[in-house]
C-alpha cells in the first residue's frame, strides 16, 4: 500500500502555473499564460508563448531543466517494490513450506529486504532533491524573469497561480516511510534466516 501511495502520488502528477503580462501598450498584453507540465518533469520539453509587447509579436519559450531521471528512478523503485511485496506475500500465504526449505527462501528474502531498504533511501533523497528543483524551476516569478517583455520597466509582470506540489510533497514522505518499512523488516526477515537462533545457541 505505502509503495503503492509513493509512486501514485508523483507519476500521476500534472500541474499548471499562470501569469500575466501586462504592457504598456494594453492591446499587446496577455493576462493568462497558462503553462502545463507533469510527470515525469521533462521541463525543458514544456513550450509556451508570451507577447514580447513590440507589436503582436510573441516568442516561444520553454521551462529550464530536465528532472525525469530522479522522479523516474523513484517510481521505478516503488512500482518494483510492490510488485515485490505481492509476490512474497502469495510465497509467505500458499508456499510457506517451499519458502523454508532449504533456508534458501529466507535467504534471498533477507539480501532483497536490505537492498530494497537501501534502494528506497537513494530514491527518495534523489526525488527530494529533485522535487525541490521543480518547485524553483516552476516558481512563476523564476519564469517571469525569462520572458523580453519583463526586461522592460514600462510593462507589468506577474504571477498569476503557482502549481499545487501537495501530491509531490507526500511522495517523498511515502519514499521515506517505506524506507522505514523495508527497513524495520530487515529484523524479522534476518530472524527467518535462522542465524539469529544460531547466534543464541
Known amino acids: 500500500l505505502f509503495a503503492i501511495f509513493a509512486f501514485a502520488t508523483c507519476g500521476g ?3 499548471e502555473l499562470r501569469l500575466s503580462v501586462d504592457c504598456a501598450n494594453k492591446s499587446e498584453s496577455d493576462l493568462s499564460i497558462d ?3 507533469a ?3 521533462r521541463l525543458h520539453q514544456v513550450n509556451f508563448e508570451a507577447p514580447t509587447c513590440e507589436g503582436k509579436r510573441r516568442e516561444t519559450l520553454s521551462l529550464i531543466g530536465d528532472f525525469s531521471s ?3 528512478f523513484f517510481v521505478t523503485i516503488a512500482v518494483f517494490a510492490f510488485l ?3 509476490a512474497a506475500t502469495v510465497v509467505y500465504i500458499f508456499f510457506q513450506n517451499k519458502y523454508r526449505e532449504n533456508n534458501r527462501g529466507p535467504l534471498i528474502d533477507f539480501i532483497v ?3 530494497f ?3 528506497w533511501l537513494v530514491s527518495s533523497s534523489a526525488w527530494a532533491k529533485g522535487l525541490s528543483d521543480v518547485k524553483i524551476a516552476t516558481d512563476p516569478d523564476e519564469v517571469l524573469l525569462l520572458m523580453s517583455a519583463c526586461k522592460q520597466q514600462s510593462n507589468k509582470c506577474l504571477p498569476v497561480r503557482s502549481p499545487v506540489m501537495s501530491s509531490l510533497n507526500t511522495s517523498v514522505v511515502f519514499g521515506y516511510l517505506n ?3 523495508w527497513a524495520g523488516n530487515i529484523w524479522f526477515v534476518f530472524k527467518e534466516t535462522g542465524w539469529h537462533s544460531s547466534g543464541q545457541r
Open 113 to 115: 529486504t536490505v537492498v
Open 35 to 37: 503553462i502545463a507540465f
Open 117 to 119: 531498504s537501501f534502494l
Open 39 to 41: 510527470y515525469p518533469f
Open 84 to 86: 515485490y511485496s505481492l
Open 70 to 72: 530522479s522522479a523516474e
Open 13 to 15: 502528477y500534472s500541474g
Open 179 to 181: 524506507f522505514i518499512l
